[in-house]
């Protein structure tokens, strides 16, 4: 029970914290690598308001792995930050439509796929890439991009690899943080990426 | 406590925000942003992948963290490491790639492991079998406590270090690129 309220006080705090984070992002400063926590000390690395995450397909690879569930090789993970939404409206507001995202927060977003996959009859080699989206009312352009290991505010677009056209729909319900995962679908897995009011899927064959 | 009911509110099918969250470190320190600022002036080198639990008021070593068992070092999916060249470590070489970092703490030293199963879970399933390379590297003590497990790298002569620190425990493992 201790543990619970110490918890749930943590991210009380931190979420009291992201909103002068927020207000920096928006002003268009680039420190946004890292909000100090006055709460909890650590001259070495402190939290990030919109904490990391990691996604594989097959879903729960790792701990799947673990449990002798699975022996085959994953297909893919993607690495993302989780911006939340903190009350208010994201797309077409605080994200402007036609205008790069780098669908998450800090560190651009990273997808790895471990094997060759098709998306919209495109054949994309095995290898790491970062992923973006230029978001608009109707659809997302996603974007896989050969600048790795990079800064979301400023993905080389000189590197752009390939685009893709995804239709955008409403989230089945309201997403507070940004969310990234794969579900199956008969002949490979979608992206799922939902934040607000919004889903969009991206397909990938395999 | 509105944001904690943002929190709870996540309840579809899809993953809540973790309790002990990810993250990340380079060195370069920073490469990330070095890089948009065309301030990089090394390539990158390596980068860990971690999750940061935290001390909430607990003992960690020796307590929460027992002495002499293989530890995650994190939470979640087990700890990885990633060389972007062929480096050493304590005069052993090893090849670029990914590698799980486990730890095996005692109060006066770390032994350290890098273990070539990668994508999984915690230590649960830890194959001594799939070992690359053991080190051991001494404690040092730190006045403060660190709250949430840490992990940077820092420059160093012959490459980096990799700085681990949690509760009022740091270890310095150093990664060579000659």
Known sequence: ?206 | MIPVLFCEAQTNNLPPLDKSPMDMSYYPTNYPVLKIQDKATEPVLARVIYSRPQKNGRIIFGDLVEYGKVWRMGANEATEIEFYENIKIDGKKVAKGRYTLYAIPLQDNWTIILNKDVDTWGAFKYDVQKDVLRTTVPVQMLNEAVEALAMNFEKADNGCNLIIAWDNVKIVLPINIK
């Not at chain 1, 402190?46 to 729960?60: A, G, K, L, Q």
């Not at chain 1, 790792?62 to 911006?83: E, L």
């Not at chain 1, 978001?135 to 400023?154: A, C, E, Q, R, S």
Request: glycine residues 4%.
């Open chain 1, 1 to 206: 029970m201790i543990k619970t309220v110490y918890s749930l006080l943590a991210v009380f705090l931190f979420s009291c914290g992201d909103k002068k984070q927020d207000t920096s992002s928006e002003s268009g400063r680039k420190s946004d690598t890292t909000i100090v926590n006055t709460q909890a000390a650590n001259p070495y690395a402190v939290i990030d308001i919109s904490p990391m995450d990691m996604s594989y397909f097959p879903v729960n690879y790792s701990q799947r792995k673990m449990t002798r569930d699975i022996s085959t090789p994953p297909v893919m993970r993607v690495i993302y930050s989780r911006p939340h939404k903190q009350g208010r409206d994201i797309f077409g507001n605080l994200l402007k439509y036609g205008e790069p995202w780098r669908l998450g927060a800090n560190e651009a977003s990273e997808i790895e796929f471990f094997q060759n996959v098709t998306i919209q009859s495109k054949k994309v080699n095995a290898g790491r890439y970062i992923i973006y989206c230029i978001p608009y009312k109707d659809k997302w352009t996603m974007i896989l991009n050969n600048d790795i290991y990079t800064w979301g505010l400023k993905i080389d677009s000189t590197k752009d690899l390939m685009k893709f056209d995804i239709p955008v729909k409403k989230a089945p319900v309201n997403f507070e943080y940004f969310t990234m995962v794969f579900q199956p679908i008969s002949n490979g897995a979608e992206l799922v990426m939902a934040w607000d009011d919004t889903e969009a899927r991206l397909p990938i064959i395999f």
